[in-house]
């Protein structure tokens, strides 16, 4: 079945403690994407990646590390986690050589930070 | 850079009634335009879009939207609400940066379904 798999679901830290949510995808596809969404917010880009070794910042990149050494994982680091990046994070991903394909999410990853 | 605006981030319509979800764009050259729909405790995913073919696109749950350049819109419809339709729905825009394909999403309109 093609799916984007992320983990952990739901997630509670504290302040300044190192995470890492990872997301996988099995359909081969070179784009993938972060994305946090929060209320009356709608969905903000964070991070994004054309392909492996090629990552760019979205619209709210501060906090927020990635890395892409294989083309399925683009995990989401987060170095020193504060209260305001409480929110609901999405991975995607997508056919790389077009803009007109569809974006295929996960089920999203609940965070609350203390 | 391209953007989306979802007018209502509450729509409510009884069961058997007309949905109408609203999104305009703002670009001067038409893009490539999405809906995507998010039930409870889901990601997600493809309702329709339109990619500069016919303007009048069918999407899966029986909604269609369409595309009225003279308007800058990309108005979302279902003939008839179902209960299972209540969830929130996202407009999208394509946006080419440097050649990176991104999709700019709207805020999101919530709809609920009365019995």
């Known amino acids: 079945e093609a799916q984007v798999t992320q983990n952990p679901r739901y997630l509670i830290t504290v302040t300044g403690k190192k995470l890492t949510v990872t997301c996988s995808q099995n359909?081969?596809?070179?784009?993938m994407s972060w994305y946090r969404q929060d209320p009356g917010l709608g969905l903000r880009q964070i991070y994004y990646s054309m392909n492996v070794e090629v990552t760019d910042k979205g619209d709210v990149p501060e906090g927020y590390k990635v890395s892409r050494k294989e083309k399925r994982n683009f995990p989401l680091i987060l170095e020193s986690p504060s209260p305001n990046q409480t929110s609901l994070y999405f991975c995607?991903?997508?056919?790389?050589?077009?803009?007109?394909?569809?974006?295929?999410f996960g089920e999203g990853s609940r965070l609350t930070v203390l | 850079a391209q953007s989306v605006t979802q007018l209502g981030s509450h729509v409510s319509v009884s069961e058997g009634a007309l949905v109408l979800l609203r999104c305009n764009y703002s670009?001067?050259?038409?893009?490539?335009l999405f809906w995507y729909v998010q039930y409870p405790n889901q990601g997600l995913q493809l309702l329709l879009k339109?990619?500069?073919?016919?303007?009048l696109v069918k999407g899966i749950n029986g909604f269609e939207a369409e595309f009225k350049k003279s308007e800058t819109s990309f108005h979302l419809t279902k003939p008839s609400a179902h209960m299972s339709d209540a969830a929130e729905y996202f407009c999208a825009v394509s946006d080419i940066g440097a050649g990176s394909y991104q999709l700019t999403f709207g805020k999101g309109t919530k709809l609920s379904v009365i019995p």
């Open positions: 339109y990619t500069s073919a016919a303007t």
């Open positions: 995607a991903s997508r056919l790389g050589d077009s803009n007109t394909g569809e974006l295929f």
């Open positions: 359909m081969n596809h070179e784009y």
């Open positions: 670009s001067s050259v038409p893009p490539y």
